[in-house]
């Protein structure tokens, strides 16, 4: 019974960890649409920024993916 | 055959994920030839088809194969000279080989019923500690004691260093972690859901839209599993740069 309620709130947990992933696309949505509204506005300068650009969204993304490891230690881990 | 695996009402959308051995039997060894070593080895051929005998020609104008491995060549070449500088060229082999390794993992993981190695963490854990440990080596090796002024940020002001310092250290460790789980959780999680999409296909009402479902999300794979090859490797440039030029 113990156990059960133990894993329950596991699962519980690694489902809500799940909204961290949220937090992940509005991070990667700021960068690329930023970038987009910059590039429009002198695209010749555009082309040597995306792998900038490309950076950003990985540092933005890696906090969405601590989210999916708190997920995964909840699953199995705990 | 096809009817028999379409026909398949209930399989788990984590079951393309399994390590197997591949010749039958249960218990896996490490040196076990399972569908991982497979599919490792596939990717390693293919890269050595596309980029060894598509340039065997060596020809003034390039057939398509040699055109292709010439533009692979070329585009990492520029990532690496644009993102970790001229004096990062030296380490461009490195580079090149990650990419291409994770680029066709990828790719050999969208055909239907195979293998996506690059999906495992402890596949991409291994790839990501081999860049930390030597990027750190390296910025040791070339800098000596004075690499730790990395995490000492001079443009600051004085009260906030330590504090800056301690941020830095917690992100430079937390580096393998996310370079690693970036790749594997994007693979997995992309892959499942084709899976999950191909198990609604059973199901005749919607079938036609999970069908026209797996074909855009299939596409999308597609460009995710470019990125993803493109985003490893251009981390690995950066924390490159770091190591060769660790003053801010």
């Known amino acids: ?78 | 055959m096809a009817t028999e695996e379409e026909g398949g009402l209930v399989f788990h959308p984590m079951d393309q994920f399994i390590v197997k051995p591949l010749f039958g039997g249960d218990v896996i060894h490490w040196y076990t030839p399972t569908n991982v070593t497979l599919w490792m080895f596939l990717t390693v051929l293919s890269i050595s088809a596309l980029l060894v005998l598509g340039t065997r020609g060596r020809a003034v104008v390039p057939t398509r194969v040699q055109s292709v491995a010439e533009l692979a060549y070329g585009f990492v070449y520029k990532m690496v000279e644009d993102v970790a500088g001229k004096d990062g060229v030296k380490y461009f082999p490195y580079i090149m080989t990650l990419f291409m390794f994770i680029v066709f993992a990828n790719f050999l993981g969208l055909i239907p019923m195979s293998f996506t190695t690059t999906s495992h963490i402890a596949v991409t854990a291994v790839m990501a500690m081999a860049v930390f440990l030597s990027v750190t080596i390296l910025g040791f090796v070339l800098h000596g004691v004075s690499f730790l002024k990395l995490f000492w940020i001079s443009a600051a002001p004085l009260p906030l260093r330590p504090i800056l310092a301690l941020i830095e250290v917690i992100s430079y460790f937390v580096r393998p972690v996310s370079h690693s789980i970036r790749l594997a959780g994007n693979m997995m999680a992309g892959h499942a859901v084709i899976k999950v999409f191909a198990a609604f296909a059973a199901v005749a009402v919607i079938s036609p839209l999970s069908v026209l479902a797996i074909t855009a999300i299939y596409a999308l794979e597609v460009l995710v599993s470019f990125i993803q090859a493109y985003v490893f490797a251009i981390l690995t440039c950066v924390y490159l740069k770091d190591a060769l030029h660790p003053h801010h």
């Open chain 1, 1 to 78: 019974m113990e156990g059960d309620i133990v894993q329950m709130g596991a699962y519980i947990g690694a489902g809500l960890a799940c909204t961290g992933m949220g937090g992940a696309a509005v991070g990667v949505g700021h960068v690329v649409g930023n970038f987009l509204s910059g590039a429009l506005r002198n695209p010749s300068a555009a082309g040597g920024q995306t792998a900038t650009m490309f950076i950003g969204i990985a540092f933005a993304e890696a906090l969405g993916i601590f989210s999916f490891l708190v997920a995964l230690l909840l699953m199995f881990a705990v």
